[in-house]
């Protein structure tokens, strides 16, 4: 399968999906309802998702959806992977942060900036999801300063050894192969010493230290990375020594795209329930939907997620043509994740007492949006790429 109609049509802009990119997304809106959405509570109580989901999301070909054809994926761009995450965070933002960093954080930079080599190994088992992909550049002391990172790897022959503690690894208990930067040359700018390392998950001296207990996306797991003595050699290195800095960066701007399709995800099931609950709870005689104060939440929220939704497709738009996409995929980060947790906060207000309960869903949609204006770059972090890319 090819893309042939993504965003824009040869006329001049068109909103329509197209009839490749609405059978895709049909599927993942089929999945989320049908198997996503009725375990996402246990995804999220028994912090794991099943390996049962994990099969079944590479039967629907969505590890390798962006994965091209050749290597067994199904060779769709990012338009096509923003549909079906917005549909997968709709039903479990959790299995939806695992499908977004795979394809995000792993499979695009291998494709981008991989050798022959490094894709003819990995791309046709991270197409089947049979090897799950995990993104490894934060640590204790480098957040928001990504390049701050201590982690090493020394040369040692005609190979390297990798040392240190990497933090924050989305699906790092489960991931077949990490990418994974560490710092190789201390004397220069801390920017420019930094290689990316592909690096498999049984290598021996990797072991996955402690998970985190989290606000929201529970089922997602977030561990530490321990690397002890991993021994590697330079067909290991993705890109060129000291140069995975920009490949880190150039990757997370995809991946914001991918954060931001989760946050309109998110933000849409807020909606979707509130107008349910809205028609269905009554007070003072009527459906608490009569009121205009609840309506002006419901418009704000629809309102919001849908210029959200026009950034998302745009950005992802964009990098499908090979534009730069810095301030666009920014920007698409920071409004819809700022949009999903004001709906999150009012679909919560809506529900009213049973709102903050678990007799709905909505508090876990507001303990699950909070983490989109925080990883892959916080909001501040992207006011800070949008204004530099201005202010030139
Ligand atoms: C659930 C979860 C999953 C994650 N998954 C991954 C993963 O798979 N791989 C990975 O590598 N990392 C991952 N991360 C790490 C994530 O990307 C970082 O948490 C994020 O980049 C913020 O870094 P920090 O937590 O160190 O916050 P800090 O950098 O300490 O920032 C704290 C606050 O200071 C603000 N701040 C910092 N610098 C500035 C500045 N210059 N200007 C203005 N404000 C500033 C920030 O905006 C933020 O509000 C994950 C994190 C979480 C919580």
């Known amino acids: 399968m090819t893309v042939t109609d993504p965003v824009t049509t040869q006329a001049g802009l068109g909103f329509e999906l197209?009839?490749?990119?609405?059978?895709?997304?049909?599927?993942?809106?089929?999945?989320?309802?049908?198997?996503?959405?009725?375990?996402?509570?246990?995804?999220?109580?028994?912090?794991?998702?099943?390996d049962d989901v994990?099969?079944?999301?590479?039967?629907?070909?969505?590890?390798g959806l962006t994965i091209p054809e050749e290597y067994g994926g199904a060779g769709f761009g990012n338009v096509?992977?923003?549909?079906?995450?917005?549909?997968?965070?709709?039903?479990?933002?959790?299995?939806?942060?695992?499908?977004?960093?795979?394809?995000?954080?792993?499979?695009?930079?291998?494709?981008?900036?991989?050798t022959d080599e490094q894709k003819q190994r990995w791309l046709p088992q991270?197409?089947?999801?049979?090897?799950?992909?995990?993104?490894s550049l934060s640590e204790a002391g480098s957040g928001s300063d990504a390049a701050a990172l201590a982690a090493t790897a020394t040369r040692d022959g005609d190979g390297w050894v990798l040392n240190g503690t990497k933090l924050w690894v989305t699906s790092g208990d489960r991931a077949g192969l990490f990418l994974i930067y560490v710092r190789t040359n201390p004397d220069v700018p801390k920017a420019k010493g930094i290689t990316a390392f592909l690096v498999p998950g049984d290598a021996p001296g990797l072991k996955v230290g402690k998970h985190?207990?989290?606000?929201?996306?529970?089922?997602?797991?977030?561990?530490?990375?321990?690397?002890?003595?991993?021994?590697?050699?330079?067909?290991?290195?993705?890109?060129?020594v000291d140069r995975g800095f920009p490949v880190a960066m150039d990757t997370l701007a995809g991946g914001r795209i991918g954060i931001a399709s989760q946050a309109v995800g998110i933000g849409q099931a807020c909606l979707d329930a509130s107008v349910k609950y809205a028609m269905e709870r009554e007070q003072f005689g009527k459906p608490i939907g009569h009121f205009q104060a609840v309506q002006h939440k419901i418009a704000d929220m629809s309102a919001r997620l849908e210029a959200s939704r026009l950034l998302v497709r745009k950005a992802a738009w964009m990098r499908d043509a090979g534009m730069e996409v810095n301030r666009q995929s920014s920007e698409a980060k920071m409004l819809a994740s700022q949009a999903a947790n004001f709906c999150a906060d009012e679909t919560v207000q809506i529900h009213g007492g049973a709102g903050y309960t678990d007799h709905f869903h909505v508090e876990?949609?507001?303990?699950?949006?909070?983490?989109?204006?925080?990883y892959e770059g916080a909001t501040d972090i992207q006011r800070l790429v949008i204004a530099r890319s201005l202010l030139k």
């Open 126 to 135: 991270l197409a089947s999801g049979e090897v799950i992909g995990a993104y």
């Open 364 to 374: 876990r949609l507001f303990r699950d949006a909070r983490i989109t204006e925080i």
């Open 18 to 50: 197209g009839e490749e990119l609405s059978l895709i997304q049909d599927e993942a809106k089929k999945f989320a309802d049908d198997v996503l959405l009725p375990l996402a509570t246990k995804h999220d109580r028994e912090e794991r998702i099943g």
């Open 212 to 240: 985190e207990k989290k606000t929201g996306i529970r089922g997602s797991a977030t561990v530490e990375i321990i690397l002890d003595g991993v021994r590697l050699t330079d067909s290991d290195i993705l890109g060129e």
């Open 54 to 63: 994990y099969r079944q999301i590479g039967d629907l070909g969505f590890w």
């Open 80 to 114: 096509a992977l923003a549909v079906v995450l917005e549909e997968l965070n709709r039903a479990c933002a959790a299995t939806g942060v695992a499908v977004s960093v795979h394809n995000s954080l792993l499979c695009a930079p291998l494709m981008k900036f991989g």
